[in-house]
């Protein structure tokens, strides 16, 4: 049973995500060490991810710049809201919310800790030009695919679950009965 993005998302550090009897024992699984060496030299995009400016402090704190996962929700659902910053300012003024502990206490404190965030792919436009004509101009928005797959795959809570060496799971120990998974990490 491979994890859910919403596990993942919601992921409490110290957790297991994988199947309980995927690497039960190690004398069923068989690893190819070696088969997945870069031999390029080059940064990784973990390697990228930990060099920025705050990267020590990611590898400490996940949720950096906010202290905890709960700091971040209460972050993320009012940089979501369509309040505005005297809605959130008023929000922060509210005797419950002064008693929690979060790292922000203003709106502009919560800007400035949304702008030490890591930028994902930005969006990309392009104007179709259809044979006949239209009322309004079409127009496509999209990310670049591969930047997408840079930004999930530098993501440090996929980290311990992407593996690209192969391996053969089994079973049982005596090599019976191969267990296949799609895109297993």
Known sequence: MEPE????????????LLPANIEAASTNVEVYLGAAVSYVS???FMDKFFADKYGELHKENIFYPFTSREDWQIALWLLCSRLSM???NSFHSLELIKRLTLSFQTTRELCLHAEMLLPGPC???HVLQPQNLMKRVA????HDPI???QSLLSHPLFKPHISFVP???WSMAA??????YMMSG
């Open 5 to 16: 993005l919403n596990d993942l998302l919601h992921h409490k550090q110290g957790s297991d």
């Open 42 to 44: 080059g940064l990784m």
């Open 86 to 88: 005297a809605a959130i």
């Open 123 to 125: 969006w990309q436009l």
């Open 139 to 142: 127009m496509l928005f999209y």
């Open 147 to 149: 930047k997408c797959l």
């Open 167 to 169: 391996r053969k799971v």
């Open 175 to 180: 090599q019976i009965s191969q267990v296949l």
